[in-house]
């Protein structure tokens, strides 16, 4: 009896060891498993990164760009501003050159005109002196 309950004792020691290596090597399984899911979780996450970075890039290249045009028409307003002012500039001095010409003009048609009026009282000075000699 003793050598039957030995060799079940036995057999169950066997089958207990048999679980055991099938407990580890499910676990080793389990383990293998839970390593792989990491590793793709972290290329995921991996992959967001940087695709958010991607997105990031191209919205500055965006502003970017924008800030480049905006920064060109800037300094096409500044160019056309700087023109339109030097021709106002030289407006202003063409209508004081005309101003200074026009007002040196009305002081020779003054001088004309006095030395006009003056003859022309000569002039009658000189009719009405010649009708008394005539008439006397």
Same mark, same amino acid.
């Given at each position: ?15 207990? $060891? ?18 792989? @899911?990491?590793?793709?979780? @972290? ?7 940087? $695709? ?32 339109? $002012?030097?021709?106002?500039?030289? &407006? ?7 101003? &200074? ?17 003056? $003859? ?6 000189? @009719? ?6 005539e008439e006397g």
């Amino acid at each position: 009896a003793l050598r039957e309950e030995v060799a079940a004792l036995k057999d169950a020691l066997a089958a207990a $060891e048999k679980e055991a290596v099938g407990q580890v090597a499910a676990r080793s399984a389990l383990q293998s498993k839970v390593s792989e @899911l990491e590793g793709g979780m @972290l290329r995921l996450e991996a992959r967001k990164s940087e $695709e958010d970075y991607k997105g990031r890039c191209h919205a500055a290249e965006g502003r970017l760009a924008q800030c480049e045009e905006d920064v060109a028409h800037l300094r096409k307003q500044g160019r056309e501003r700087a023109a339109a $002012e030097g021709e106002l500039r030289r &407006a202003l001095a063409q209508a004081k050159g005309v101003g &200074a010409q026009m007002e040196s003009d009305r002081k020779v048609h003054a001088d004309l005109r006095r030395s006009a009026v003056k $003859e022309l009282e000569e002039c009658e000075a000189k @009719l009405s002196e010649a009708q008394g000699r005539e008439e006397g």
